[in-house]
């Protein structure tokens, strides 16, 4: 008999108990103890007939650098890490949203550089983001961007150039990561570029 199973048989006893007060006792006090133990089998019935659910980890997706063959695979894949194991979707919105926690990404890819989203990921502290938006008032988020690249989060180079493919693919423009960048297991990545110079697209504050 599964633990589930137990509880309900007990939340049914706590029920029936409460309803042979109400019939054959008469005392005001005892009535009163039984009507809250109706309602409390009730209620635990009620939330046991709700289906339950394992809270998992997400789904870490495997980069098998010989299944890449052009920046639209890598594409591909950083989408996929963007909604699993890079945890991106936790704060980013891909839209407009008053609840985000964090900038919006819709086009980010044609705002910002690679350089400039690659720093972005592993060194986020350098420069604080208010907003992305061309005009109007920056919005200050409650969230702080983590360093992907180290723990618990932990994207490799070859994740974060992902990440940085699907980004731009998503805002409509061509992909400027190649397939020869991505480092063999085993190898050392090189070093990432200079940052370029982000322009006034994005509203940023020195740190």
Known sequence: MSEVVKLQLIG????????????????????????????????TLTALSVPQMASLPPVEEKFDIA?????????????????????????????????ARCPDLKGIGAKLSREFMFESLTQPQAYIYLDYRHEGVAKEYPARMPYINKNPIGLSKNEILSVIAFLQQMSGEPISVTVAELAAPGEMPAAPAKVAQAGPVAVAQAH
């Open 67 to 99: 299944t890449v063959k052009t920046p639209t695979d890598m594409a591909t894949i950083g989408q996929k890490i963007f909604f699993s194991k890079g945890q991106c979707a936790l704060c980013h919105t891909i839209g407009p949203s008053e609840s």
């Open 12 to 43: 049914l006893s706590v029920i029936g108990s409460g309803v042979l007060i109400l019939l054959f006792i008469r005392s005001t006090f005892a009535r009163v103890i039984g009507f809250v133990w109706i309602v409390l089998g009730l209620f």
